[in-house]
Every structure is written in C-alpha cells, then in structure tokens.
C-alpha cells in the first residue's frame, strides 16, 4: 500500500485554522508609502522597560552561550513576589506556549475542553489540536457567561479555558463572580485563567486569582510580559499552578524555550515600577479618549478593561479596516475570532489614537458622499 506523508496528518488538525497575525507596519508603509500606526496587535505603544532594555543589553554578549534552562532567578523571583514555590512558577514562550501544553498534558480523543464563544482564538486551537472535542458556551453581552460555562461542565469535560479581561471584548469578571464559578467546577477539571490584560484592568486585583489559586488545586494562572512591561518580541510568560502539573508541561516544553535575553529582560522589568506606572495612566487615559471619540462618531465602544476597545461596526467591518488601513491606521478585522461585524482598537500613544480618530472621520465623511477632511 502506498501512503502519502500528508496522510498521517490526524483528522482534527486538518481543519484548525492557522493563526494569522496583525499586519505589520513595515508592510504597509513599504507597500503604500506612507506613515502608518499599528493598532492592531494589543502591543504596548511607550515601549519596552528600560530597565528591561538595559538587562537585556547586558547579557546580549553571552548570545553565544544556551541560556538557563531552568530559568531559576525569574521563577525565585516571581515565586517571592507571589508568596509561593518556584516549583509552582513555570516559565514559558509568552501565554501562547502556556495554553498549548496545558491542552497536550490533559486532553485527549474521547475527553472535552471547554471555552467561550468571542474569546481569544488559541484556546479553541489548543483544545482541538490535542484531539479533543471543543465546546464553546454562549456570551452574555461581550462577556465571559460564567453560569452558563458551568452548565456545560460535563464527566468529560477536562480544561476550562478563561480569558480575564477577555480578548477581544475587554470585559472582565469580578472575584465573587470567579469564586462561585470554581466552586461548580469538579476538582478533577482544569481551570487555565489567561490573565495577560490584567495589569491595565484597574479595577480588578492583581492578587485576587492568587489568593483562589491557593485555595484551589485546580486552577492555572497565566501571565505574560508581553503587555504591560512592552516584552512582546522577547516571548516570555510564566504560569503559577501545582508543581505535578508543571512538571508534566516541563517534559513536553521545547529545551531552552526562553532565551537569555528575554529571562534578563523580564527579571529587570518587573523592578521597573515606574515604567509599570506610566503605561496603566496613559492606558487608562487614552483609553477612555479613545472611547469617548469614537462614541462621538457614532460607535457604541464595549466597556474596555484591557488596552484596547472592542466595538461592532456592521457588515462592512473588513472594508472599513481596509479603508482604514488605506489612511496608515491598522486596526483588527474580527471575523476570524467569531466577530465577522466588529473591530478592535489597540490603545496608542495620543498622536496614534488622534490618527485613528481623523482617520475613521475621513472615512465616515467619504461614505455620506461628504468628501474627504483634510490630510493631518
């Protein structure tokens, strides 16, 4: 018998989506000749820590050199600040690593993971991908149903995943509401709560999934350094959760799946208290402007806790990001997270958010047969 080698490829990987990420400002300035702001990706716009900079230059000379593999300074660290064992610190390539292996660990064919419609897309990926059947329970307004992710808990269902604020709606849920949610959750079934937005939510508390997490066995708490300390590019992240599942994501983990740099880098950002400082005020500045200007343009913007505002703009959502894009502003169509008539605006820096503003005016004022508003 002959075989192809695509034909070993299993069932359930040959339908999974590949994740396409946000257009890159290279591209299009190179392609349109233009200045463009990229607001499409959730990046922070002041940049990287400077402290994490100054780490990550230092250390840049031993590149030559593969790095600790156990990362043991960053997890001593992170396991100080958070009041627990390095052995419950697990070090990972940002949340994405971090969401995979826990799906490789616990699932399998025969088995359920569960997550929300109009969530962050790799959790449906990971669930799928480990040959298990995904189930996605209903939003209530743009948000997370909790109640309604409890009545779907099945015997079979073994990873729960959560998004805290979510991705792409930037609603959040509040401690009481979370606690009563674990409490309907079997002990024997896994709870990954993605908390990489949770620094910009400032009326949550950074410590409050701790503290459930010490109570519970069951929960995995996901943190990234992408946002709020400007690492994106570095790829670092790190979970807290029980030292037997960590160890069985370790065996699977890729050897030396940081880097030098992006451990020296993070270790430094976390003292960056200041730079921390900065970006959660001008988040929530620019936020609430953001939010304000569009509303004045006739959007109805969901309530944001993340940095960036979330907002259904009607059939024409792709064309509008392309007229958009046209005028150097590159925002997220959503149709390939279960939004086909909705967008999502990164929060910038003031000149990019009033980029984006001028720019969805001049689009608007085009498509009344206005004409154009002046070129800023």
């Excluded at 996605?136 to 997370?144: D, K, S, V, Y």
């Amino acid at each position: 018998m002959t075989r192809a080698i695509e034909d070993l490829i299993p069932d359930y990987l040959r339908g999974l989506p590949v994740y396409v990420p946000g257009k890159p400002i290279e591209e299009v300035e190179r392609e349109l000749k233009i200045h463009a702001v990229k607001l499409a990706s959730n990046e922070n716009p002041l940049g990287p820590s400077p402290k994490g900079i100054a780490a990550a230059k230092a250390v840049l000379a031993d590149a030559n050199r593969y790095p600790d593999g156990g990362t043991h300074a960053l997890r001593q660290t992170l396991a100080e600040r958070h009041g627990i064992s390095p052995d419950e610190i697990f070090i990972g390539l940002g949340s994405s690593e971090l969401i995979d292996l826990a799906a490789r660990v616990l699932l399998r064919a025969g088995l359920q993971g569960l997550t929300s419609e109009g969530t962050y897309a790799p959790f449906s990926v990971a669930i799928r991908a480990s040959g298990a059947e995904l189930v996605r329970a209903p939003q209530r307004e743009f948000a997370f149903d909790l109640k309604a992710m409890a009545r779907a808990i099945t015997p079979k269902t073994a990873v729960i995943y959560l998004a805290n604020p979510n991705n792409p709606t930037g609603s959040s849920f509040g401690r009481e509401e979370f606690n009563e949610f674990l409490a309907a959750v079997p002990d024997g079934v896994l709870v990954v709560l993605d908390e990489a937005y949770i620094h910009y939510a400032v009326s949550m508390g950074l410590r409050d999934s701790v503290e459930a997490y010490r109570k519970r066995k069951n929960l995995l708490i996901l943190r990234t350094f992408s946002k709020v300390y400007g690492l994106a590019g570095l790829r670092i992240g790190y979970a807290i959760g029980r030292p037997e599942l960590l160890a069985a994501m370790n065996k699977l983990r890729t050897p030396f799946n940081t880097s030098g740099v992006a451990q020296a880098a993070a270790l430094a950002a976390l003292d960056d208290k200041e730079h921390v400082t900065r970006c959660i005020e001008t988040n929530s500045v620019e936020r609430k402007r953001l939010s304000e200007g569009l509303a004045k343009l006739s959007f109805q913007p969901v309530r944001s806790e993340a940095n960036f505002v979330f907002m259904t703009v009607g059939p024409d959502a792709q064309a509008l990001s392309d007229d958009l894009l046209q005028r150097g502003v590159i925002v997220r169509p959503l149709g390939w997270m279960g939004f086909p008539e909705a967008i999502r605006i990164s929060i910038g820096t003031t000149e990019e958010n009033d980029k984006c503003l001028l720019a969805m005016a001049q689009v608007i004022l085009k498509r009344a047969g206005k004409g154009e508003l002046a070129a800023r």
